[in-house]
T-cell receptor
Framework: KQEVTQIPAALSVPEGENLVLNCSFT??????LQWFRQDPGKGLTSLLL?????REQTSGRLNASLDKSSGRSTLYIAASQPGDSATYLC???????????FGTGTRLQVFP | NAGVTQTPKFRILKIGQSMTLQCTQD?????MYWYRQDPGMGLKLIYY???????DKGEVPNGYNVSRSTTEDFPLRLELAAPSQTSVYFC?????????????FGSGTRLTVV
């Protein structure tokens, strides 16, 4: 059974720092991996989608990498800002069931 | 485009009452999903559908029912509400299966059963 783990569970950093959020998964037979952002009391906003054949995707200050063989993905946020404060979720789309399996998220706080 | 629209945004139910959570998407997505999110527990799949007339159970289907009569709509029915169904419910859609497509989520329905 696929298990998705995100470390750390919470992170507090000063504005301007570059930071890395980690996601690991136990079954490498995935179609893709998606990173989401969730603000308190809100829905999920898709940030980046990495297909299983890809190594990384970039959008603005965000860069996500995927190492399928080792079951790892990282989300790199450059020059963090207070507006980046949110919970970040990673999810893998399973290759056998085609379902999305979520990690429990990293709660990020960026303080001025 | 509106994307995935969920109604209502908030609802309080009494134990034993029933209700329908509405979900509609205007992206012509074939696949639709219902998740629930409990604090600190991540998102769990309740039901999903790969097309009109086709539905299937996810991880936590007990106490819920769905239907998919059109491509756009995927309502979730709660029968005989219980306190354990207090949660935030998210509807999502995807154009199709496979590697090329991601999920789009609605803004959620926060349900409290008292």
């Amino acid at each position: 059974k696929q298990e998705v783990t995100q470390i750390p569970a919470a992170l507090s950093v000063p504005e301007g720092e570059n930071l890395v959020l980690n996601c690991s998964f136990t079954d490498s037979a995935i179609y893709n991996l998606q990173w989401f952002r969730q603000d308190p009391g809100k829905g999920l906003t898709s940030l980046l989608l990495i297909q299983s054949s890809q190594r990384e995707q970039t959008s603005g200050r965000l860069n996500a990498s995927l190492d399928k063989s080792s079951g790892r993905s990282t989300l790199y946020i450059a020059a963090s800002q207070p507006g980046d404060s949110a919970t970040y979720l990673c999810a893998v789309r399973q290759g056998d069931t085609d379902k999305l399996i979520f990690g429990t998220g990293t709660r990020l706080q960026v303080f001025p | 485009n509106a994307g995935v629209t969920q109604t209502p945004k908030f609802r309080i139910l009494k134990i034993g009452q029933s209700m329908t959570l509405q979900c509609t998407q205007d992206m012509n997505h074939n696949y639709m999903y219902w998740y629930r999110q409990d604090p600190g527990m991540g998102l769990k799949l309740i039901y999903y559908s790969v097309g009109a007339g086709i539905t299937d159970k996810g991880e936590v289907p007990n106490g819920y029912n769905v239907s998919r009569s059109t491509t756009e709509d995927f309502p979730l029915r709660l029968e005989l509400a219980a306190p354990s169904q207090t949660s935030v419910y998210f509807c999502a859609s995807s154009y199709a299966g496979g590697a090329n497509y991601g999920y789009t989520f609605g803004s959620g329905t926060r349900l409290t059963v008292v």
